[in-house]
């Protein structure tokens, strides 16, 4: 089992920046990828990055040159460097990781973005 806590949401206005944060605990060692998705209201949970342990990071196109994912193997930790906000950013994000078969969700964190 792995446990996720995310952190870093809140409001912003358009234009300026969050961080968000996610720490595992548990069957970390298991672990090898880890990711940002995200849901806005009436929309479908959407990927927004995802960085393999050794791998190719990949994010989505519409947060690509703005948001920066990054990994603390130390700490366990994902973060989502999230610059230049628009208010379509809005929505509850949530950290995903993989450990072996299985896949884990965080409970999410609120991100609105005011215009």
């Known amino acids: 089992q792995v446990q996720l806590v995310e952190s870093g949401g809140g409001l912003v206005q358009a234009g300026g920046s969050l961080r968000l944060s996610c720490v595992a605990s548990g069957s970390i060692f298991s672990i090898n990828t880890m990711g940002w998705y995200r849901q806005a209201p009436g929309k479908q949970r959407e990927l927004v990055a995802i960085?393999?342990?050794?791998?190719?990071?990949t994010y989505a196109d519409s947060v690509k040159g703005r948001f920066t994912i990054s990994r603390d193997y130390a700490k366990n930790t994902v973060n989502l460097q999230m610059n230049s906000l628009k208010p379509e950013d809005t929505a509850v994000y949530y950290c995903?990781?993989?450990?072996?078969?299985?896949?884990?969700w965080g409970q999410g964190t609120q991100v609105t973005v005011s215009s």
């Open positions: 960085i393999p342990r050794g791998g190719i990071i």
């Open positions: 995903r990781v993989w450990a072996g078969p299985k896949d884990y």
